[in-house]
């Protein structure tokens, strides 16, 4: 697994919670700030640390950070710019500049290493398009190359272009660098001259960029990702019940948590009974050479029980790995880690809902009924069964195949994304089967 | 049997604007100054043991850990020439001066010193302590017991949990330490406190401490930040840029 840095959009935004979702370095980033009902997003390459993704993670904390002190249009304005026929990619270009000076002003050098493409561009550049990519150039490091490199090209741009370009630009970066608030009016009388001067005709427009270098969104705010986001349904607070990404749209099935009385203890269990000697100062004198002066004094010992897991387990009941969870297993389980506290989770019959059962705690665990009566079919609630792992003491392992699936047993790419994510997050440590676990605990002793 | 469900969660509400505190550390404040035994739980360092500590004249600070044994906290033998004489343990020594007794990390401590605690933290009427050594302890005038801890009060063993008197939950840093990081550098207090709105991502307390202090012996700003957060540097520092947060270096 990729180790993931931990970003800080909240101290931007000064708001949270944030969904984070990692992604390679040429897809760029986005991010949306959390409203009272969804939590926020931020996506950015966190599994690198390369100078293109630390400029992408500064841009996109500029914007949270415009966001914050309400510099820029309302999301509902933008939307309505879109309405009134300007093109996404303008809104986002010109944004994109204000971001990148707001953010150089107060003394950000990372954001000057973006790039706005990596595998080259088409040789026939649209002119809408040109005249986009050399605004977005502005203040970054290699601006003078990739304008170089754009009127190379065939983009049909006049001087007097690069002359109301350069102007526009200038506009921009003050508003930028000066933190001044973007009026909603002069933004768009500015978006409109654009985009009557260069094109599109449409605000539907196609962007052939998107064909030529794979996701274009090198950096800034993915504003298609960012209305989109209204139809989401992202995981509130903590918790997770939905979440939809690609092209699917599969969630988890709502999870029940249930308490029984743990009526048992783990104490007397068989394997319990072995005990290790531990030197102190009182108890049986057995290393008479710790009692002299120079020493240390603890010449007594006493027996004390083995120490043994005393963190969290999370066992996955679902399907095939049902079979494996018999009540004598969870006890050779509890003879090894007594303390532990071991959850069982899997759906429910019909499979539009689970449960997590909590079957031991606190050296207690439940009688056997309870664990043989408990109903259990697919997987469905995988992600909230391992959000309630997450908060459970470490060490936190979660026995599983790996194979995760929402609501009708379904499976998905962003189920298993996010799965991976609250893996990394939690520290979580993932192990195929209750033998394998049991292996590792036999190794241990 | 005791359900909930994640609609449940959804439901949350602000204990402190219930109570019609300005914040839940006031009651904090008002728990250590009143109550004899109070259980403080949080994530690390925003301050649980610090408020812990300043009850009371000289409190003993002891930090639990599963190979802590009973005789550690209580006391033990010790030789003096041809003698053995009793040594009081942290735990006797505080319970006999009447004075604050912060146990951090509670939940940590093995089987058996939890089973110790529990006459320990016995009601004030009830509670004696019978040392090896044949003597009986009572509990004297200004003896508080105050538990720390990350992880919540259902960790505890259910005996030991009854005993306290209050147990609060801190999830946000000290105000006291949010004041001082603001006055030492305008706008981080409030960086750090936001930072908690999303607790999985949340900053340490002592990481951001450390990195004022840093900054106020002249280290530049990214190496103080590397230093202090690491790989995380990058992104804090890029934060707090966008948050406008001055730092004492005009540089960042």
């Known amino acids: 697994m990729r180790q993931l840095l931990t970003p800080v959009p909240s101290v931007a935004a000064g708001a949270g919670p944030f969904l984070v979702r990692d992604n390679q370095e040429g897809a760029g980033g986005c991010s949306a700030p959390p409203s009272r009902k969804r939590v926020g997003l931020f996506q950015g390459p966190f599994s690198v640390s390369s100078r293109l993704a630390l400029g992408i993670r500064a841009h996109e904390y500029g914007h949270l ?7 820029e249009p309302s999301l509902r304005c933008l939307r309505g710019f879109h309405r009134r026929g300007i093109h996404n990619l303008w809104i986002q270009g010109t944004l994109d500049v204000v971001v990148n000076h707001f953010m150089m002003a107060r003394g950000n050098r990372d954001i000057a290493e973006l790039v706005l493409w990596l595998e080259g561009l088409d040789s026939a550049l649209p002119r809408w398009i040109a005249a986009t990519l050399y605004l977005r150039a502005e203040g970054l490091r290699y601006a003078s190359l990739m304008r170089l490199s754009l009127l190379a090209r065939s983009a049909d741009l006049t001087s007097d272009d690069l002359r109301f370009l350069s102007q526009t630009t200038e506009r921009l970066a003050c508003w930028g660098a000066q933190s001044l608030p973007l009026s909603p009016r002069h933004f768009l009388s500015l978006l409109r001259e654009l985009q009557s001067r260069f094109g599109p005709d449409s605000p539907d427009a196609e962007n052939p960029l998107t064909g030529i270098v794979g996701d274009f969104l090198l950096d800034g705010l993915d504003l298609g990702d960012y209305m989109a986001r209204e139809g989401l349904f992202i995981p509130t607070g903590l918790s997770i019940e939905e979440r939809c990404g690609g092209e699917t749209n599969i969630p988890w099935g709502p999870m029940e948590i ?14 319990m009974t072995e005990r ?11 290393f008479p050479s710790r009692a002299l002066p120079a020493a240390d004094g603890r010449a007594f010992t006493s027996r004390r029980q083995r120490s043994a897991h005393c963190g969290a387990l999370l066992i996955d009941c679902s399907g095939s790995m049902s079979k494996q969870v018999t009540h004598q297993r969870l006890m050779a389980v509890l003879e090894r880690s007594p303390s532990a506290t071991v959850g069982l989770y899997a759906g429910g019959p019909t499979n539009r809902s689970g449960s997590l059962l909590i079957v031991a705690r606190n050296s207690m665990h439940a009688a056997q009924e309870v664990i043989e009566n408990w109903p259990h079919s697919g997987n469905v609630v995988d992600g909230p069964a391992l959000q309630w792992l997450s ?3 470490t060490p936190r392992v979660w026995v599983s195949d790996g194979e995760v699936t929402g609501t009708s047993d379904r499976s998905s790419a962003n189920l298993h994304l996010e799965v991976n994510m609250i893996l990394a997050t939690a520290n ?13 605990k036999n190794q241990e002793t | 049997m005791k359900t909930s469900t994640n609609s449940q969660q959804k439901q949350q509400w602000s204990p402190s604007e219930w109570a019609g505190v300005a914040s839940i550390w006031t009651l904090a404040e008002i728990a250590v100054a009143k109550l004899s035994r109070v259980f403080l739980w949080g994530p690390p360092g925003v301050g649980k043991s610090y408020l812990a500590s300043r009850s009371g004249s000289s409190p003993v ?8 044994t009973v005789q550690e906290l209580m006391g033990h033998w010790v030789p003096d020439r041809i003698e053995w004489h009793f040594h009081l343990g942290p735990v006797s020594r505080a319970y006999q001066d009447g ?12 089987g058996s010193v939890q089973d110790f605690l529990l006459g320990v933290l016995d009601n004030r009427d009830v509670a004696s302590l019978a040392l090896p050594n044949g003597q009986l302890l009572a509990p004297a005038a200004g003896f508080k017991v105050f538990g720390t801890s990350n992880t919540g009060p259902d960790q505890l063993d259910p005996a030991l949990r009854s005993r306290f008197e209050a147990e609060i939950h ?47 012996q002249a280290i530049p700003v990214r190496q103080a930040a590397l230093l202090t957060l690491a790989e995380r540097a990058p992104d804090f520092l890029a934060a707090l840029q966008a948050r406008g947060v001055r730092l004492p270096c005009d540089s960042y």
């Open chain 1, 65 to 71: 950070g415009l966001w914050r002190e309400r510099l």
């Open chain 1, 258 to 271: 249930l308490a029984p009385p743990l009526t048992q203890t783990c104490r007397k269990l068989p394997g």
């Open chain 1, 276 to 286: 290790k000697l531990v030197c102190g100062y009182t108890g049986a004198f057995r």
């Open chain 1, 391 to 393: 908060r459970q003491k």
């Open chain 1, 428 to 440: 979580i440590k993932r192990v195929p089967t209750l033998d394998d676990y049991l292996e590792e």
């Open chain 2, 61 to 68: 600070q002891v930090t639990l850990a599963e190979d802590l």
């Open chain 2, 99 to 110: 004075r604050a007794l912060v146990l951090n990390e509670i939940g940590r401590a093995s």
């Open chain 2, 170 to 216: 801190l999830p946000v840093p000290n105000a006291a330490l949010v004041e001082e990081l603001d006055r030492r550098c305008l706008g981080l207090g409030g960086a750090l406190v936001d930072s908690y709105r999303d607790p999985e991502r949340a900053l340490d307390p002592r990481r951001v401490a450390s990195f004022v202090n840093l900054l106020s």
